[in-house]
């Protein structure tokens, strides 16, 4: 059965690179930039990259990156983007949750719900977290986002996607209390104009959880912070405003 995010992003790289929350790349870089000391050396994996505007930012600045993603499309245009910019990426196509890496990275990122959130069960998400882990070299930095379950327990969804989004539309949200997912109607145009309507299904997580399923994982130095697209900041403390929380985490040895 094809999900709504593998149908979203079958042509929708043009269009997504428009959107409200993918304008914040040069300072969420230089984010990742603080976290790591600007340390060239330094490998990492972006996991659910999209389009490659983080990978991509990272490799202008020197690292060596590898960027995967669940959708061709989206990384036939991270490889334009790529050559257009001059810089080397190593691209592929792979599944979040079941990733063939083992200990091969210093840094491990995962923004904008690359992946994790989406998934339609919570053992799906976690095989994700659990794939980005394996990832890691011993003391591995781990870098996410995540949608924040404290946000809409006093916000309203709809309209915080009705002002952030662009190009689409977001109705009908219901937000399940029993299991933090909201479920919502989607509709946009692709790249070529063709409208497509989609039942969407995202899971919010509360600090507890996340904090609970790293340390599961062998994970320490665990911080959570509220942020903001293009905004990210250290010690910002997360408060039901904000949409996402941050996560910056390191792999037990």
Same mark, same amino acid.
């Given at each position: 059965?094809?999900?709504?995010?593998?149908?979203?992003? $079958?042509?929708?790289? %043009?269009?997504?690179?428009? #959107?409200?929350?993918?304008?914040?790349?040069?300072? #969420?870089?230089?984010?990742?930039?603080?976290?790591?000391?600007?340390?060239? +050396?330094?490998?990492?994996?972006?996991?659910?990259?999209?389009?490659? %505007?983080?990978?991509?930012?990272?490799?202008?600045?020197?690292?060596? =990156?590898?960027?995967?993603?669940?959708?061709?499309?989206?990384?036939? %245009?991270?490889?334009? @983007?790529?050559?257009?910019?001059?810089?080397?990426?190593?691209?592929? =196509?792979?599944?979040? %949750?079941?990733?063939?890496?083992?200990? #091969?990275?210093?840094?491990?990122?995962?923004l904008c719900e690359g992946?994790? +959130?989406?998934?339609?069960?919570?053992?799906?998400?976690?095989?994700?977290?659990?794939?980005a882990v394996m990832a890691?070299?011993p003391k591995g930095l781990?870098?996410?986002?995540?949608?924040?379950?404290?946000?809409?327990?006093?916000?309203?969804?709809?309209?915080?996607?009705?002002?952030?989004?662009?190009?689409?539309?977001?109705?009908?949200?219901?937000?399940?209390?029993?299991?933090?997912?909201?479920?919502?109607?989607?509709?946009?145009?692709?790249?070529?104009?063709?409208?497509?309507?989609?039942?969407?299904?995202?899971?919010?997580?509360?600090?507890?959880?996340?904090?609970?399923?790293? @340390?599961?994982?062998?994970?320490?130095?665990?911080?959570?912070?509220?942020?903001? $697209?293009?905004?990210?900041?250290?010690?910002?403390?997360? $408060?039901?405003?904000?949409? #996402?929380?941050?996560?910056?985490?390191? @792999?037990?040895?």
């Amino acid at each position: 059965m094809t999900q709504w995010y593998q149908t979203l992003f $079958t042509n929708y790289a %043009r269009t997504y690179d428009q #959107e409200h929350f993918t304008q914040g790349t040069l300072q #969420e870089v230089e984010f990742i930039e603080k976290l790591i000391h600007a340390d060239r +050396s330094r490998t990492i994996l972006v996991i659910g990259c999209g389009t490659g %505007r983080h990978a991509i930012e990272l490799a202008k600045r020197g690292y060596r =990156v590898t960027g995967v993603d669940l959708s061709p499309s989206q990384l036939q %245009r991270a490889a334009e @983007k790529a050559a257009a910019a001059g810089v080397q990426v190593d691209f592929s =196509v792979a599944d979040a %949750r079941h990733l063939q890496f083992s200990e #091969e990275f210093d840094v491990a990122i995962m923004l904008c719900e690359g992946g994790f +959130s989406l998934m339609e069960t919570d053992e799906m998400n976690f095989n994700i977290l659990t794939s980005a882990v394996m990832a890691l070299k011993p003391k591995g930095l781990l870098i996410f986002t995540s949608l924040n379950a404290l946000f809409p327990l006093t916000h309203s969804t709809e309209q915080f996607m009705a002002d952030n989004t662009v190009e689409g539309k977001s109705s009908q949200h219901q937000f399940d209390l029993m299991t933090f997912r909201d479920h919502s109607t989607f509709e946009c145009a692709d790249d070529d104009g063709q409208v497509r309507t989609m039942q969407c299904n995202e899971r919010y997580y509360a600090p507890s959880e996340i904090t609970w399923m790293l @340390k599961t994982l062998q994970c320490r130095n665990i911080r959570i912070w509220g942020c903001d $697209t293009g905004d990210f900041q250290v010690d910002r403390p997360l $408060t039901g405003d904000h949409f #996402e929380l941050l996560v910056v985490a390191e @792999k037990g040895w």
